[in-house]
């Protein structure tokens, strides 16, 4: 092939598979019925749409899953993976915008058609539940399906991909190798989790203080606040005590470990230093696709219950009440939402020594910034 057919020869409709795409449509009413019903071509695009998206976000999230399949990730890669992952949580807000638009079927008329979709159902959906893996929603997590698990509904081939997933590493698992291998914990003299538990206890004592000083405050106001402020055996203990996060793993409240953990603390204590700008990002990300799924899977949830009230799914599932469900019990990344507890006020936090912080910013020599 010459030059010039290479690049003549291509269409648009061809490019894109347009005939493939706009044939995709079959309207089961008007295949059984006779008549079509005019709003199940809507329900049929917006789903078709949900799967053309779910693609896209598994080619970014695999994509990412390569830049961190190393003992050492290149620090370049990190503002790569942040634009990838960005594009990710854009495309899930998208996501949530189509309910709007298929909420614009009344449940009347959804009932034109509804009865063709048996058993047909969005539990069946291969690539979400694929979305779901690749983040790293673990099997044991999951709510059953009919008191069957999630993958029982796919082929043998789709059960194994799936279940290969899991096994060669989520998008889960590589953040908690990455954040094990964040240096600045320990550096020299200086020890991060000890500097840390003291800034607590002094922060904890001042506050304490501040409110039994207080002249505004009767005796149970007093009370009712230091509960509310706690202590170091409460709501910090799971940093303060290896063991007792250890526990916390054991039990399925955690899932992060401890050292982890601390680096994700560590990053968002100290993210005003140049070198934590991208790992804090990075971090913000993972929260930011885990809201957009949550989001997604309670205004699925109401969309559901607005068309269905409290009738059975058509895959057989209680409908409204499973999907409302799985978006209380199945956040990934919730362990860096309990971050937040933990962080204490930038006035609190422990002075990094002189070395750390240079290797943590940009700092030249007179003599180095002479030959810039």
């Given at each position: 092939m010459n030059s010039k057919e290479k690049y003549t020869t291509i269409h648009y409709r061809n490019y894109l598979g347009l005939d493939k795409i706009l044939d995709a449509q079959h309207l089961r009413s008007e295949e059984v019925d006779g008549e079509a019903?005019?709003?199940?071509?809507?329900?049929?695009?917006?789903?078709?749409?949900?799967?053309?998206?779910?693609?896209?976000?598994?080619?970014?999230?695999?994509?990412?899953?390569?830049?961190?399949?190393?003992?050492?990730?290149d620090e370049k890669s990190i503002g790569t993976c942040i634009s990838r992952l960005n594009r990710v949580i854009e495309i899930q807000k998208l996501l949530v915008a189509q309910i709007v638009v298929i909420e614009t079927i009344t449940p009347l008329d959804f009932l034109d058609f509804r009865n063709h979709l048996f058993p047909a159902s969005g539990f069946q959906s291969f690539q979400f539940r694929m979305f779901?893996?690749?983040?790293?929603?673990?099997?044991?997590?999951?709510?059953?399906?009919?008191?069957?698990?999630?993958?029982s509904v796919f082929s043998e081939e789709n059960q194994e991909k799936l279940q290969e997933v899991e096994s060669k590493g989520t998008l889960f698992d590589a953040m908690v190798s990455w954040l094990e291998r964040t240096p600045f914990l320990n550096?020299?003299?200086?020890?991060?989790?000890?500097?840390?538990?003291?800034?607590?206890?002094?922060?904890?004592?001042?506050?304490?203080?501040?409110?039994?000083?207080?002249?505004?405050?009767?005796?149970?106001?007093?009370?009712?606040r230091l509960k509310m402020l706690g202590t170091q055996d409460t709501y910090f203990q799971s940093v303060l005590d290896e063991e007792k996060h250890n526990e916390l793993i054991a039990n399925g409240t955690l899932r992060m470990s401890y050292k982890a953990t601390m680096a994700a603390l560590l990053i968002n204590l100290y993210r005003d230093e140049p070198l934590l700008h991208l790992p804090y990002k990075l971090l913000t990300c993972f929260i930011e696709m885990d809201d957009a799924l949550t989001t997604w899977r309670y205004r699925h949830a109401q969309m559901v219950q607005r068309m269905l009230g409290n009738k059975v799914g058509t895959g057989g599932s209680s409908g409204f009440a499973y999907l409302n469900e799985t978006a209380i019990k199945h956040p990934i990344f919730k362990d860096l939402h309990n971050i937040s507890t933990l962080l204490i006020p930038r006035s609190e936090l422990p002075e990094l020594p002189k070395e750390i912080k240079e290797q943590l910013g940009f700092f030249y020599s007179s003599k180095e910034n002479q030959s810039l």
């Open positions: 019903a005019h709003e199940e071509m809507l329900f049929i695009i917006v789903h078709q749409v949900y799967e053309l998206w779910f693609k896209q976000i598994i080619h970014e999230l695999q994509s990412v899953l390569v830049m961190f399949d190393q003992d050492r990730v779901e893996n690749t983040l790293g929603l673990p099997a044991d997590a999951r709510l059953t399906y009919n008191g069957c698990p999630y993958f550096v020299g003299d200086f020890d991060f989790l000890e500097q840390y538990k003291k800034a607590v206890s002094n922060m904890i004592t001042k506050e304490q203080n501040a409110i039994k000083g207080s002249p505004y405050l009767d005796d149970h106001e007093v009370e009712m």
